[in-house]
């Protein structure tokens, strides 16, 4: 309706070439009528179209990662049917097609990192039993986190990168475990 928050449908399909998304550099506006009030009013339109104050700006790899699943050629990565995780169909494909339109790499390894960092789990498709196995989807990567889910970017600020500390702290947990497990 009127008034509504622009969705991420009202953006442009087309995704930006890396090299034209880096800020130009403007120069200040010699008019020095601009009070400090003023500058510190001012508020960000981020790419999703969401109004947000200078502090509580989306990180742009989260905002880019949106685009690129909602974007994306559905044969190579896309959304779960119920819109609440991403599947990645063609690892090969996304990192040497689709990566490197949205991020300076094409390294699918420093992408699923990045997203660790920012608390997604990869899924993973064990089948319980053989004849459950699907040679055709055995390759397929899932992500998941709470709150990344189709058709509801308003959630992404939820989502906060990990501290070094907190890191640290889970890569400690992770070897106990497995350590555990090969006892």
Excluded at 12 to 30: E, F, G, N, V
Excluded at 77 to 94: I, L, M, R
Excluded at 146 to 157: A, T
Aim: glycine share 4%; hydrophobic share 35%; with cysteine.
């Amino acid at each position: 309706g009127a008034g509504a928050t622009p969705t991420v449908q009202d953006q442009a399909d087309a995704p930006i070439p890396y090299a034209q998304q880096r800020p130009s550099i403007k120069s200040q506006p010699s008019d020095a009528s601009a009070s400090v009030a003023d500058n510190e009013k001012k508020v960000c339109k981020g790419d999703l179209g969401l109004v947000c104050s200078k502090q509580h700006q989306l990180p742009m790899f989260l905002s880019k990662t949106y685009h690129m699943i909602d974007r994306c050629d559905p044969e190579i990565a896309t959304w779960s049917p119920q819109g609440d995780n991403f599947v990645v169909k063609n690892v090969e494909k996304f990192s040497s097609e689709v990566l490197p339109m949205y991020f300076k790499h094409s390294n699918f390894s420093s992408f699923a990192r990045q997203l660790n960092f920012y608390g997604f789990r990869k899924l993973k498709a064990e089948p319980i039993l053989t004849a459950d196995y699907d040679a055709r989807t055995a390759s397929y990567v899932r992500f998941y986190h709470s709150k990344f889910q189709k058709d509801k970017p308003d959630l992404l600020h939820g989502i906060r990168r990990a501290t070094k500390a907190e890191h640290q702290s889970k890569d400690d947990l992770d070897g106990l475990r497995d350590e555990v497990m090969t006892l």
